[in-house]
């Protein structure tokens, strides 16, 4: 930015806060304008959401049911151990090969391969792709109250691969299925801060933080639902631990 | 956008014999209708939800200015700027900015209503980028070169026939034999069309449905994955927004949420939900190198302290425009402006002025609008103020019929002698219903209507009447 454009932004937002700030002082809309700024940083007016609670099991039947009616395929698996046998079964009834993209995660790649020979895993660090049929990611979390995945961006995780192929396969561990948004928010933070210590990982929320609830649709051409706009035509769920 | 409201009348006739709109139109009640009362019924606690989230946003609307200085220095310590604009000429300025310092030549555009507030696609390509909307109903509507008739579902009002000839003419690389029927084959298409200019793309710019003050995060809802992969794959990410999305933290962000898709299109939540904090961090190898914010006013702060305080609430679902008599028959185009329907017709007069004047009058005042919105705006209210307003602005013709109504009113003598003479007239034209499309104004009113039977007597020599028989039974 040019030292005159630098100027012209500075003074368009004094001149916006300026505004804003006799605006609200003259308005104060509901009789809620906090005293302070201490105020409003230590007193939370407002509750936080608290809706019937459900155990472990009914979140994980709460969290397949959504799902499934959001044109989700799950599969159960006991451990991770399963994982590669089961998505060679899953991906031969698919017709899209068996080459996968993943990122830089140790997890995945630590995983038996060898109980999977014909599955090839291509990583992923950084290279722009166009035509993509298969990529895995892992979920961190998932929210059974509308069946909603959490990843977080990181080279572990690319973004772009849970949007980019065809075939989106999601791990997830059953252990961090939680039911509210907010408790599968509370446990990002918590992991990433755990994290920290070893890694230098930046705090939560990174980059990006993506909640999935299905595969892609469009509802665009008359209103009839059809799926695989831009993202996943398909969305596959491996859920272990189970 | 060009705004259009100034022949509003003109344009409602027209939606009104269009039989391909018409049949377009006719899916809202059975789609978004059904599925927003299912949606609603599935989630017990729809109402305290609704009651929680009218509280967050009185109480950010309340402390604006500390949530948004809060916002700004946020998103600075995670790496990204904001930009004010007061005006949507600031906006357009600060982006196109960005954009040449960047050396951008191709941008792609995730859906915006604030971007088509401020009309910014059509402002890229008049100054030389190739702007690519990305969302299925805005490419749609992108091809057509027209307005978004609707705030969720911009091409609600086209057609399968009308999309096949936009495809055939626009795809020309692909062959002309090729079938396009299903909407299946319309979607792979736009895919593969779009799928190229996501990649290649130099700039990605979407909207924001909320700001988290605290964190300087802000997030896209989509279906499509779109918006996802507009800002992921391009080197810089631009969000246009406005100053009353913001809200303070997440645990404010999740109530809105639960009620945002489900008012929307009836989805427990949409497919997508993105939060975005800053640019790519140290260790990451995909993502924007820049992340920018472009907060536009537009008439919001002086929204504030009005009357019409309480629009700063919405949340853009469209439900208002789903449930309304008057959008299920006209369709968006007819109120010439980007915010149609209920929601429209309060804001559209604050953002676009005297074109939009008409708008407030747009409505039957049936009042399902209030009675859908998740953020309890009470919008019927609101276009009376405007209404009245107008009244008052408007000055001459209207003026002057008031003022003589008010003579007759305070002279009782007169103002039954005035009835006397005037009702036989009226009724008799009344019952000439072939006459009475010569009245001034008549004509397009009467073509969709017929017009009720006026009395022969007035109420008050009824009323006599009666009295007066009731006495003479009471004699009796
Ligand atoms: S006014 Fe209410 S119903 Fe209409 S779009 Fe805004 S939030 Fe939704």
């Given amino acids: 930015m040019s030292l005159s454009q630098q100027q012209k932004s500075e003074e368009r937002r004094n001149r916006f806060m300026k505004n804003l700030s006799k605006a609200v002082s003259q308005a104060d809309p509901t009789g809620k304008r906090a005293a302070s700024v201490e105020q409003l940083e230590t007193v939370r007016e407002i509750s936080p959401y608290q809706p019937d609670v459900l155990d472990k099991d009914a979140c994980l039947e709460r969290l397949r049911e959504f799902l499934k009616a959001q044109n989700t395929e799950l599969y159960d698996l006991a451990n991770a151990e399963l994982i590669p046998q089961k998505l060679s079964e899953v991906l031969a009834t698919k017709n899209y090969g068996t080459e996968i993209m993943i990122g830089e995660n140790p997890f995945i790649q630590s995983l038996n391969w060898q109980l999977a020979p014909e599955l090839k895993l291509v990583s992923n660090n950084g290279q722009k792709v166009s035509d993509l049929n298969l990529a895995m990611t892992h979920a961190f979390a998932a929210a059974a109250e509308t069946g909603t995945l959490f990843f977080t961006s990181g080279p572990e995780n690319p973004t772009p691969l849970n949007y980019l192929p065809t075939c989106h396969i999601a791990l997830l561990d059953a252990q961090t299925i939680h039911q509210t948004y907010e408790q599968a928010y509370q446990f990002g933070e918590e992991i990433s801060v755990e994290k920290q210590g070893v890694s230098n990982e930046p705090l939560f929320p990174k980059r990006s933080l993506n909640l999935i609830s299905g595969p892609s649709r469009t509802a665009d051409i008359e209103q009839t639902l059809t799926l695989g706009a831009h993202g996943p035509l398909e969305l596959v769920v491996l859920i272990y631990n189970v | ?476």
């Fill in chain 2, 1 to 476: 956008m060009k705004n259009e409201s100034e022949d509003f009348r003109e344009r409602v006739h027209h939606a009104l014999e269009d039989q391909n709109l018409q049949q377009a139109l006719s899916v809202i009640p059975t789609g978004f209708v059904t599925k927003r009362s299912n949606a609603k019924a599935a989630l017990p606690d729809f109402q305290q939800l609704s009651d929680r989230a009218v509280e967050i946003k009185n109480h950010t609307l309340a402390n604006l200015d500390h949530y948004l200085e809060k916002f700004e220095t946020a998103v600075k310590a995670s790496g990204g700027q904001v930009h004010f604009a007061e005006k949507p000429n600031d906006a357009l300025e600060i982006i196109d900015e960005i954009c040449k310092a960047n050396n951008a030549k191709l941008i792609a555009k995730g859906k915006s209503m604030v971007g088509e507030e401020i009309d910014l696609t059509h402002f890229l390509e008049r100054e030389g980028y190739e702007a690519v909307e990305t969302d299925l109903g805005e490419y749609l509507i992108q091809l057509r070169n027209e307005m978004p008739s609707h705030i969720i579902a911009p091409a609600v009002h086209l057609t399968r026939e009308d999309i096949r000839k936009d495809f055939y003419k626009a795809h020309t690389n692909l062959s002309k034999e090729r079938d396009l029927d299903t909407p299946e084959d319309f979607v792979r298409e736009a895919r593969q069309i779009l799928r190229e200019k996501f990649l290649n793309a130099d700039v990605g710019i979407t909207g924001a449905n909320f700001l988290i003050a605290e964190t300087g995060t802000s997030i896209i809802v989509t279906n499509e994955g779109n918006g996802d992969l507009s800002q992921n794959l391009p080197k810089t990410h631009i969000v246009i927004t406005s100053l009353e999305k913001l809200v303070p933290n997440f645990e404010d962000t999740t109530v809105l949420l639960r009620l945002l898709a489900r008012s929307a299109t009836g989805q427990p939540i949409t497919t997508y939900t993105t939060f975005s904090t800053g640019p790519k961090r140290a260790g990451d190898n995909h993502g924007p190198e820049q992340f920018h914010v472009v907060i536009l006013d537009n008439g919001r702060t002086e929204l504030l302290g009005s009357k019409f305080k309480e629009m700063l609430r919405c949340i853009r679902c469209g439900a208002c425009l789903n449930h309304c008599p008057v959008y299920q028959n006209l369709g968006g185009h007819a109120y010439g402006t980007v915010y149609p329907g209920p929601m429209g017709a309060v804001l559209s007069p604050q953002f676009f002025g005297a074109h939009a004047k008409e708008l407030p009058f747009a409505s039957s005042f049936c009042g399902r609008c209030n009675e859908v919105c998740p953020m309890q705006i009470p919008l019927t209210k609101m276009m009376r103020h405007w209404r009245e307003r107008g009244a008052h602005d408007q000055g001459a013709v209207s003026n002057i019929i008031m003022k003589l109504w008010a003579g007759l009113a305070k002279r009782p003598r007169l103002y039954n002698f005035a009835l006397r003479v005037s009702l036989p007239i009226a009724s008799w034209a009344g019952r000439q219903n072939a006459l009475m499309r010569y009245a001034p104004g008549a004509k397009s009113w009467l073509k969709h209507r017929t017009l009720p039977r006026l009395a022969t007597r007035s109420f008050q020599s009824e009323w006599r009447e009666k009295m007066s028989k009731n006495k003479n039974e009471q004699q009796q």
